[in-house]
């Protein structure tokens, strides 16, 4: 089986931030993504009341030009003002055609 | 600390999905899997009335040739009539034993 | 946009390890995490009536000496006892020092 060489982006932010987070993603290239809801600790240190902080995780796989455009995106947008992290990781998948985009604009 | 090469294997699909799936696992020589329940958008577009959809995440690690055996079956059962999403990375992982069928089928 | 290299170490384990896990991560070295309810079956077997078990999934970004600290502590104080997975997979992150414990004890 033929698997082709991509990117998986993960987002870690606050909920409120979900829907913007998504357009942007969209906006940047990405053709879908998952999300999925947690609770967690970030390196700002423990929260109030020892009450962990709700949180959501959002994956998006993509082609490596639209990580790269995600990664500047969060860096220059959020990470100043949220506690947002972004990382990438290499993934094989199948059907490549899947995460490029095709003109969804037109559509 | 010796680590041993994985891949690990994750399938996004429709919840209605998850039992069969992961008995296909099962049977294909996964020992193991967690499923988490999450929403998302896919490459065929926006869902209607811009609900997301529902779906879920369903992570196993397993060896080279399970992931293999993985991706090419849900290349040939699914990807034509669902909306499904396959990808495989790679993972160390320790007691590599564990993700190593021992003739289930004969407990 | 530069990035650097990081571990991403994911630990899957019985929600009762919950606040024991995370407390370990963070002496350890991590300075964050996240977790994520779900279910699953582990190599033990199918679990008793086929109810699938809940579990919780610990994601945390790490050094490459925190990740082998932390492989190493579940190896020595887990495999033999509880049912936990933890695996160790490669990941790009912009922002190294928000991965990277900053004298945390003498705050």
């Known amino acids: 089986m033929h698997t082709h060489p991509f ?21 940047l290239g990405a053709t879908g ?13 423990i929260h109030a009341a020892d009450i962990p902080g709700v949180n959501i995780r959002i994956d998006s796989i993509v082609t490596p030009d639209v990580a790269e455009r995600v990664v500047q995106h969060m860096a220059t947008h959020y990470f100043a003002e ?3 992290i972004a990382y990438v990781s290499d993934v094989a998948v199948i059907r490549s055609n899947k995460y490029v985009t095709q003109s969804r604009e037109t559509r």
């Open 33 to 45: 993504w998952t999300v999925v809801e947690g609770r967690g600790e970030g390196s700002r240190g």
């Open 82 to 84: 949220y506690e947002v």
């Open 7 to 27: 990117k998986l982006v993960t987002i870690i932010a606050e909920p409120v931030l979900e829907s913007r987070l998504t357009s942007e993603l969209r906006q």
